[in-house]
């Protein structure tokens, strides 16, 4: 095995790495990985430990792995058993300095952030690619005009406090956490983060892994806000969640069901029997039916998508139906001024990520009582070590993840 309670000390040597690649390295590829500790792990996967010069290097590492046809499992720099990092006073992180494909995320070694009196150092060990993600990476607009101006993205998090300021009450050193640091303060594509104790940060559910822990608040603070909220949800009304097997429509399904509501999820096929799974009572398969076309009216139509408007669905809204939205435009803000001064059908519409950071703390609070008891889970599709942050991005750009796409930051140090 590795030896891990004996790493190198001098801060000017080489950086040590650890590749964990899926599979048993065959004999024969051997010599390509010289000067590398070979562990075959009892699991079946391989894990290579040993000094890498610089990121060229690496490149070049994970170039071998990949010409010897094995899949990349997660790549990290070696960290003690006390979970420090050797580079004294640095961190991993996915950095862009300019807008544009997915080949501007870069990984690199940046100053590890130090807690302010009020503020938490997080060790991250999961975080997610939110589909607003590589918009936000790719144009000018939430992040800046001319560069980035936060040069790390990431909103969601879930990790191990590793130190406090000396004004923090609410957090202790080795608690595990989990939140969303919004827009602006970004930041979770990287090891460490430093967040403001009142931040929307909560323990995290000791029945969830971290990578669930950190896949969960994306959907869950939209969907709770705009169903509890916005549509004040009632045990018994029929309510169909368009967008069924994003991250805000796989909550939003298990929410509704929560709070007694007869679920229609609507989905691609190959989505049908997961919708299902969470609790819908029915499903309708979007390239076969047109819900606005089938006679049904509901209570409630979330419409996760953005693209069936409040003019095509208004039909299938019973007399005091609301239709709900995450994906306004002018036309929805004005539609929803004007039913709210009209009986009737109403429209809704709001921008979750942007509320006080109290208002998420204390739904993640809420929320913790229901992961505990299984009432809502984290639907992950996919998950990346953070060097591969590039494809997931592709991934979710693409627009079908179901539910959520992980990144794992500190893959194995922590469970
Ligand atoms: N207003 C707010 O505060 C707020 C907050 C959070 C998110 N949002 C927005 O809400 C939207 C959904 O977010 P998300 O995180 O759930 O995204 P997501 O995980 O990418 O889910 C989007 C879902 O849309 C479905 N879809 C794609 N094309 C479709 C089509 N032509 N017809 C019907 N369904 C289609 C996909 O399902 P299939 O693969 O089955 O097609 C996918 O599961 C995004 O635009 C996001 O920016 C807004």
Same mark, same amino acid.
């Given at each position: ?18 590749? *964990? ?8 590829? /051997? ?7 070979? %562990? @075959? ?50 961190? $991993? ?13 870069? @990984? ?12 938490? &150092?997080? *060790? ?10 590589? !918009? ?26 590793? +130190?406090?300021?000396? #004004?923090? =009450?609410?957090?202790?050193?080795? #608690? =595990? ?8 303060? @970004?930041? %979770? ?9 009142? !931040? ?49 429509? %796989? ?28 609790? +819908?009572?029915?499903?309708? #398969? ?6 606005? $076309?089938?006679?049904? %009216? ?6 996760? /998508? ?8 208004? !039909? ?50 809420? @929320? ?25 991005? $592709? ?13 794992? /930051?500190?893959? !194995?140090? &922590?469970?």
């Amino acid at each position: 095995m590795t030896n891990r309670d004996n790493p190198p000390t001098e801060p000017n040597q080489p950086a040590v790495y650890q590749i *964990r690649i899926k599979g048993h390295l065959n004999e024969q590829w /051997v010599d390509w990985f010289e000067g590398m500790n070979i %562990t @075959l792990e009892e699991n079946g996967n391989t894990l290579l430990t040993g000094p890498v010069i610089d990121q060229s290097a690496l490149h070049g590492l994970l170039k071998k792995v990949r010409d010897a046809g094995m899949t990349l499992l997660s790549v990290n720099q070696y960290h003690s058993a006390k979970g420090e990092n050797l580079m004294k006073n640095q961190m $991993k992180a996915i950095v862009y300095t300019k807008f544009g494909s997915p080949d501007v995320l870069e @990984l690199k070694e940046v100053a590890k952030p130090t807690p302010k009196d009020n503020e938490v &150092l997080i *060790r991250i060990v999961a975080t997610t690619v939110a589909v607003e993600d590589p !918009g936000i990476r790719a144009r000018p607009g939430l992040n800046g005009f001319l560069k980035p101006k936060k040069s790390i993205l990431g909103f969601y998090l879930a990790g191990e406090v590793e +130190a406090v300021g000396k #004004d923090v =009450k609410r957090f202790k050193k080795s #608690d =595990k956490v989990y939140g969303n640091t919004g827009l602006g303060l @970004l930041g %979770t594509y990287a090891e460490y983060i430093c967040m403001p104790e009142d !931040g929307a940060l909560a323990m995290k559910p000791v029945s969830i892994t971290y990578e669930e822990a950190a896949a969960l608040p994306n959907g869950a603070l939209t969907a709770l806000p705009f169903l509890r909220d916005k549509g004040n949800i009632q045990s018994g009304q029929k309510v169909l969640i368009h967008g069924a097997s994003g991250a805000v429509g %796989t909550i939003a399904v298990q929410l509704a069901k929560y709070f007694g509501a007869d679920v229609t999820g609507v989905c691609s096929t190959t989505n049908l029997e997961m919708v299902k799974s969470l609790g +819908a009572d029915k499903v309708i #398969d979007y390239t076969k039916e047109d819900f606005t $076309k089938n006679g049904q %009216t509901y209570d409630i139509i979330f419409d996760t /998508v953005g693209n069936n408007p409040f003019s095509r669905c208004k !039909g299938s809204l019973t007399e005091n139906g609301i239709y709900l939205t995450t994906v306004p435009s002018p036309t929805t803000m004005f539609q929803m001024l004007w039913t709210s001064r009209t009986g009737g059908r109403k429209v809704a519409i709001a921008a979750t990520g942007l509320r006080p950071s109290n208002e998420k703390t204390k739904e993640l609070i809420f @929320l913790n009582g229901l992961i505990e008891t299984g009432k809502i889970k984290a639907v992950i599709d996919r998950s990346y070590p953070l060097e591969q942050i590039a494809e997931a991005h $592709k991934y979710v750009e693409a627009g079908h993840k179901k539910g959520n796409v992980v990144i794992n /930051v500190t893959h !194995g140090y &922590l469970s």
